[in-house]
């Protein structure tokens, strides 16, 4: 059986990614993937996910620069979670998250309102050159 048969896809043939920082353990995104994009994964050692507004495969740094080395993919005991173990590559190796902060969970609930707890470590306007 091909490992990729065991994944639990949805309706849609999609799985949900954690991606999280192997050095600090940090949560940096979550994405989806497809069977292609999860075969491509495993291949070449970078993340590949599925962009569901795009509608097409989306290689990580591939507008911004910043990629996403994998070194290990996990599955959860039902196989409907992926998790990947990840070093940020770049020009800017902190960032993960497209408002060019480290991790795109950089809000927290406080006193019933979401906090910005983390800066902006790159204008997004400088990564993906738009005016």
């Known amino acids: 059986m091909d490992w990729l048969d065991s ?3 949805d309706a849609q ?19 989806w993937m497809n069977r292609e994009a999860l075969a491509l994964t495993a291949e070449r050692g970078q993340a590949v996910y599925w962009s ?3 509608k097409r495969l989306w290689h990580k740094g591939e ?7 994998v070194h290990s993919i996990r599955v ?6 992926v998790l990947l173990t990840v070093t940020q590559l770049g020009h800017d190796p902190g960032i993960a ?3 060019g902060r480290h991790s795109c969970f950089f809000q927290v609930l406080q006193g019933g309102q979401w906090v910005t707890t983390t800066p902006v470590l790159q204008d997004p ?5 738009k005016p």
């Not at 507008?63 to 080395?69: A, K, N, T, V, Y």
């Not at 959860?76 to 979670?81: I, M, R, S, T």
């Open 7 to 9: 994944i639990a896809w």
């Open 13 to 31: 043939g999609l799985v949900p990614v954690i991606a999280q920082e192997a050095g600090s353990g940090d949560v940096l995104m979550f994405a």
């Open 52 to 54: 569901r507004s795009r």
């Open 63 to 69: 507008e911004s620069g910043h990629f996403q080395r």
């Open 76 to 81: 959860d005991c039902d196989a409907d979670v």
């Open 97 to 99: 998250c497209h408002t």
């Open 125 to 129: 306007a400088t990564i993906y050159n």
